[in-house]
Nanobody, 125 residues
Framework: VQLQASGGGLVQAGGSLRLSCVVS????????MGWFRQSPGKEREFVAA????????YYADSVKGRFTISRDNNKNTVYLQMNSLKPEDTAVYYC???????????????????WGQGTQVTVSS
């Protein structure tokens, strides 16, 4: 399984970006998909997740109301729409996939099996 993330860039505070992550493999619709981010000197942190099947969504408190995770199973793609961006959102964003649900809410890195290469998001003040 391979994940290819894209869509990062430089944006002013208050602006928007949409990240995409294309996943290889035939069973994408069953995967739990997540987005994480990591900024220099900090640990990787959970941003959002979406389950397979019902596409239930979960968000970190820091992005709730500003970010939206979604998926298109016909395109094997998961998206992260980021609005009202803040300088503290600056980080490398990673998409991740899990073949099975390992916890009621999958917010930790260890629960994911596959990772993309990351895409840089920089928000200027």
């Amino acid at each position: 399984v391979q994940l290819q993330a894209s869509g990062g860039g430089l944006v002013q505070a208050g602006g928007s970006l949409r990240l995409s992550c294309v996943v290889s493999g035939r069973t994408f619709r069953a995967y739990v998909m997540g987005w994480f981010r990591q900024s220099p000197g900090k640990e990787r942190e959970f941003v959002a997740a979406i389950t397979g099947g019902l596409s239930s969504t979960y968000y970190a408190d820091s992005v709730k109301g500003r970010f939206t995770i979604s998926r298109d199973n016909n395109k094997n793609t998961v998206y992260l729409q980021m609005n009202s961006l803040k300088p503290e959102d600056t980080a490398v964003y990673y998409c991740a996939a899990a073949a099975v649900l390992k916890a009621p809410v999958m917010t930790t890195s260890e629960t994911y099996d596959y990772w993309g290469q990351g895409t840089q998001v920089t928000v200027s003040s």
